[in-house]
Nanobody, 126 residues
Framework: QVQLVESGGGLLQAGGSLRLSCAAS????????MAWFRQAPGKERGIVAA????????YYADSVKDRFTISRDNAKNTVYLQMNSLKPEDTAVYFC???????????????????WGQGTQVTVSS
């Protein structure tokens, strides 16, 4: 049974930091590209960051470049999102996703991804 379980969300003030984790099980994690998406109320789900199977290639949305870092530990079947200098506009539910194609460049559209977690809420107050 495939599972992606996000954790690490919370409520914090602008300028703070959070580290999200996504623990994967039920599939060969190292064969999949991984990504973080987010969805704010009334908005479409959009890409935040993505990482290739071995972690050598990454993608970041312009809005989070130089503030967020995606990484993965294939030995732990876990992908991370380090979020620094958080802003109120970062408030959203954050989802991790897995792409079995794992091709390069990493995919940036939600429809490409095969497996999804349930999401974790991040709320940034001003």
């Amino acid at each position: 049974q495939v599972q992606l379980v996000e954790s690490g969300g919370g409520l914090l003030q602008a300028g703070g930091s959070l580290r999200l984790s996504c623990a994967a099980s039920g599939f060969t994690f190292s064969n999949y590209a991984m990504a973080w998406f987010r969805q704010a109320p009334g908005k479409e789900r959009g890409i935040v960051a993505a990482i290739s199977r071995l972690g050598l290639n990454t993608y970041y949305a312009d809005s989070v470049k130089d503030r967020f870092t995606i990484s993965r530990d294939n030995a732990k079947n876990t992908v991370y999102l380090q979020m620094n200098s958080l802003k109120p506009e970062d408030t959203a539910v954050y989802f991790c996703a897995a792409d079995r194609r794992g091709s390069l460049p990493v995919a940036t559209t939600a429809g490409t991804y095969d497996y999804w977690g349930q999401g974790t809420q991040v709320t940034v107050s001003s």
